[in-house]
């Protein structure tokens, strides 16, 4: 198989690029000069297909790096990802309006900034988990979450308030068809507010560390600022990373369990696949790579090591796809974890009207008003392109083509 990266020399590691279809974002290209610039990467920076600008780091690179982690390039959504599961529904298993499974489903899983005083949405969807599931894991993370703030006072909140909830933003829910008119039901969700706490507190700790330190070299981007092996606050930024990511594997789990109740009101008795598909892409983990073991930040990259199953979605209104990961070398075993945005928010609510919008998602059950223009399919890149740069990458299991999406 071909390869369908570039190389780029940058003045510090080279750069592999999979940007095939269209040249990446002049800003977007100085965040990957600026991370290459770094004295521990590892071989190379590698920027996926859905590249686009972030804060600090590139959304769509991944990052190996030797003996440091920088902690803005895991970002504050710690283990964001997604989940998706495929039932044994198919399409004629569906009522013909599905405003009333919208509803439900809405009701079940807190999302955006909804503050409902009813007891699934004050304390997010862990409360109604059946078999008191959701209570044991709130009591887990709520133990593992004390010992994090006794060493770190400033990293404040509590974990449960949030636990089961979606979000706003680019988050989502869909029910979804496949090529065979399967139902799947898909969800797009990370640690909430708890992550970001934890992502926030380490970024600016991380600054202050640093300007106390002599670097015998220039930090291109203060956001740049890393946290070195060895160290008790690498120790402990690990521990908290590595809290916020299981915290976000379990709200999707959770959310799954509830919006799968909830759609069960509307349709015949169905079972699920054995497994469903629970995928991180703002992570950082130890692997080995090119002949050492390092740790590589996936900031909008879903691993895809040979047989890895993942999901890439396009947008509200354009489909996404199944895959299963090829083990390519190059990509430090990844590939893109959507289409990546092509309007900043600001844009996209200037630029696209709302007329653009409906018409862009006719014939689905979602949202059509101002409040998600930002969210609307022209603000993102065609994942159709993005799919055709990353065939090195992955191999297409299935195209799912979204019926319901809910955003916050």
Not at 203 to 222: G, P, Y
Not at 281 to 302: I, P, S
């Amino acid at each position: 198989m071909s390869t369908k990266f570039s190389v780029h020399q940058s003045g510090g590691a080279p750069l592999k690029l999979w940007d095939s279809h269209a040249p990446f974002e002049a800003q977007a290209m100085q965040q990957l000069r600026n991370i290459a610039s770094l004295p521990f990467i590892h071989s190379h920076v590698a920027g996926m297909p859905d590249v686009h600008l972030g804060r600090g780091a590139t959304v769509g690179s991944v990052i190996a790096t030797r003996k440091a982690i920088i902690p803005a390039a895991v970002g504050v959504d710690i283990g964001c990802g997604m989940s998706a599961v495929r039932t044994s529904l198919i399409a004629s298993d569906l009522p013909d309006s599905l405003g009333a499974i919208r509803a439900d489903i809405e009701r079940a899983v807190p999302k955006g900034f909804e503050t409902s005083q009813t007891a699934n949405h004050a304390k997010g969807g862990w409360a109604s988990t059946p078999n008191s599931i959701g209570r044991v894991w709130h009591d887990r993370f709520e133990d593992r979450w004390r010992r994090i703030k006794s060493k770190h006072p400033k990293v404040d909140g509590k974990t449960s308030d949030q636990l089961g909830s979606m979000g706003g933003g680019n988050h989502f829910i869909e029910i979804c068809l496949d090529e065979e008119d399967r139902v799947w039901v898909m969800l797009h969700s990370g640690s909430r507010g708890t992550g970001n706490r934890i992502g926030t507190y380490f970024i600016d700790t991380a600054r202050e560390a640093i300007a106390k330190e002599r670097l015998d070299f220039h930090l291109a981007d203060r956001d740049l600022a890393f946290l070195s092996e060895g160290t008790q606050l690498f120790d402990d930024y690990i521990e908290a990373m590595s809290f916020a990511q299981d915290y976000a594997m379990a709200n999707r789990e959770i959310m799954m369990g509830r919006v799968l109740d909830a759609l069960r009101g509307h349709v015949p008795p169905f079972k699920t696949d054995k497994a469903a598909i629970n995928c991180h892409h703002n992570y950082a983990v130890r692997e080995h790579h090119f002949g050492e073991d390092v740790w590589v930040t996936r900031k909008g990259a879903v691993r895809a090591r040979e047989g890895d199953l993942g999901i890439i979605p396009g947008s509200m209104g354009t489909g996404s796809f199944i895959i299963e990961g090829v083990g390519s070398a190059d990509s430090f075993h990844s590939c893109s974890h959507g289409a990546g945005r092509v309007m900043s928010r600001t844009q996209a609510k200037k630029l696209i009207s709302l007329e653009q919008h409906q018409a862009a998602v006719k014939g689905i059950e979602c949202r059509t008003d101002a409040g998600v223009i930002d969210e609307s399919p022209a603000a993102y890149k065609d994942i159709g392109a993005v799919m055709d740069a990353q065939t090195d990458l992955v191999r297409i299991k299935h195209r799912l083509r979204q019926i319901i999406n809910i955003k916050g």
